[in-house]
C-alpha cells in the first residue's frame, strides 16, 4: 500500500519505519496536518494515516474519496475528529489503536495530579532562580482524599489500579459499569461525582454527550478547591468557565493535557510568536494551572505499540481481512 501519512513529527516515522520491516509498504510524511487546504497530497495514495488533530469532516472526506483513498489508518485511540457516518456512507474503512498503552496516559493524569498538588513546577523555577523558601508550596495528603473518575475504561481502571496504592477512596461514574472497576472503586452518578471528589480525572471519550461536561453548572456543583484533570479530549472542558471558576477559587488546580482548540497550537514550536490564543494564555498564566501539549501518551512503549497495530490494521485491510480495529457507527454512542 501507499500511505500518506499526516501530521508526522521525526519520532512518528521512526517507530512507523521500523514497524514496517522490510518495507511492505511505501511512506510519504507530511508535516502538514489534513484539512480541506492539504487533503491535495492525498493524491496517488491508496491509503491516509492521520492522527488526532488531523480533522476528517464530510467535506474532508469526500474530497479523499475523489482522490481515490479507500482506507484511513487512525494512530490514535479516540476517533471524535472524523464523521464516521459520513465515512461509513461513501464507502471508506477506518481503523484506529484502540489500545496502546492506558498505563502512558493514567501514569501521566497521575503525574499532572502530584505535580499541581506539590507544587513541583513552581519548587522547579524557584530553586533555579536561588529561591529556596518553600512558602506557598504546601501540598495535601492524597491519602484519605476522594477522587473521582469520569469513564471507566481502559485508562480509568489503570488509573483506579494506580490510585489503590495511594489509599484514597476511588468514585467512577460510566454510561456503560464494568465489574474490574467495580471491584477498585465506587460507582456513583456523575452529581454525586461531582460534590464528593476532591479531584476529578476525565477519562471519556469526546461524545455529544460528554461535550462541556466541565462547564459553569457541573463547577458549582463540585467542592469549593476541586482539581480538575483532563488527559482525554479538549472540548469535554468548556475553558472560559475553567477560568471564571479558578479565578473564584471554586477550582483550586486544573491540569490540562487537552484544550478545545489545540489544534492550530498543540504540537509546534511557536516560542517565536505571539500566541493569538487569549483563553490558552489565559489558563497558562494562572499559577494552579499545569498545561500540557496532548503528551500523555508520548511514551516509547505507547509509539511501538501504535506504530505496530496500525501497520497491523494497514495489513489487515490490503489483505482483505476482517478489520478488528475498524471504527464503526455501531460505536458511536
Ligand atoms: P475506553 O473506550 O476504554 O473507555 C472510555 C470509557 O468511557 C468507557 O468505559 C465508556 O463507557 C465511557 N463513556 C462513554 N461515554 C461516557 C459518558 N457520557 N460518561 C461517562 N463515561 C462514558 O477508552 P480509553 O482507552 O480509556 O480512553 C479514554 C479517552 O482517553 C479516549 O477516548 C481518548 O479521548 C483519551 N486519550 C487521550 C490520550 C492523550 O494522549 N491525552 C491518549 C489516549 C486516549
Redesign the pocket.
Known amino acids: 500500500m501507499k500511505i500518506a501519512v499526516f501530521s508526522t513529527k521525526q519520532y512518528d516515522q521512526k517507530f512507523l519505519l521500523a514497524a514496517n520491516g522490510a518495507g511492505e509498504h511505501e511512506f510519504n510524511f507530511f508535516e502538514e496536518k489534513l484539512n480541506s487546504n492539504t487533503v491535495f497530497l492525498a493524491q496517488g495514495h491508496d491509503a491516509i494515516c492521520c492522527f488526532v488533530n488531523d480533522i476528517l469532516t464530510a467535506h474532508v472526506l469526500d474530497q479523499l474519496k475523489a482522490l481515490g483513498i479507500k482506507f484511513i489508518a487512525l494512530r490514535?485511540?479516540?476517533f471524535n475528529q472524523v464523521d464516521i457516518r459520513h465515512a461509513d456512507s461513501i464507502g471508506i474503512k477506518v481503523t484506529h489503536v484502540?489500545?496502546y498503552s492506558?498505563f502512558a496516559?493514567a501514569e501521566f493524569a497521575l503525574t499532572l495530579i502530584l505535580a499541581l498538588n506539590r507544587k513541583i513546577h513552581r519548587a522547579y523555577n524557584r530553586v533555579r532562580d536561588g529561591n529556596f523558601s518553600i512558602e506557598g508550596l504546601q501540598g495535601f495528603d492524597l491519602n484519605g482524599c476522594t477522587i473521582g473518575l469520569?469513564?471507566?475504561?481502559?485508562?480509568?481502571r489503570v488509573m483506579a489500579q494506580i490510585l489503590s496504592g495511594f489509599g484514597v477512596r476511588v468514585l467512577g461514574?460510566?454510561?456503560?459499569p464494568?465489574k474490574e472497576f467495580g471491584a477498585m472503586g465506587k460507582y456513583v452518578d456523575l452529581d454525586t461525582l461531582f460534590a464528593e471528589s476532591n479531584i476529578v480525572s476525565l477519562?471519556?471519550?469526546?461524545?455529544p454527550?460528554?461535550y462541556h461536561i466541565i462547564d459553569q453548572h457541573s463547577i458549582a456543583k463540585m467542592k469549593r478547591g476541586v482539581m480538575i484533570i483532563n488527559?482525554?479530549?479538549g472540548a469535554l472542558v468548556d475553558a472560559p468557565a475553567v477560568i471564571e471558576g479558578l479565578k473564584s477559587g471554586q477550582i483550586g488546580y486544573l491540569g490540562l493535557?487537552?484544550y478545545e482548540q489545540e489544534a492550530d497550537v498543540f504540537y509546534e514550536n511557536l516560542s517565536e510568536e505571539i500566541i493569538q490564543d487569549d483563553v490558552l494564555q489565559r489558563l497558562v498564566a494562572f499559577p494552579n494551572v499545569l498545561v500540557t501539549s496532548?503528551?500523555?501518551?508520548f511514551t516509547d512503549t505507547a509509539l511501538k505499540n501504535i506504530a505496530q497495530t496500525t501497520l497491523d490494521n494497514v495489513a489487515a485491510f490490503a489483505n482483505g481481512e476482517e478489520l478488528k480495529n475498524a471504527v464503526t457507527i455501531e460505536m458511536l454512542?
Open positions: 490514535c485511540a479516540g484502540p489500545a492506558p496516559v469520569v469513564g471507566t475504561g481502559k485508562i480509568g461514574y460510566d454510561v456503560f464494568n477519562h471519556c471519550p469526546l461524545t454527550d460528554t488527559t482525554s479530549r493535557d487537552v496532548h503528551q500523555a501518551y454512542h
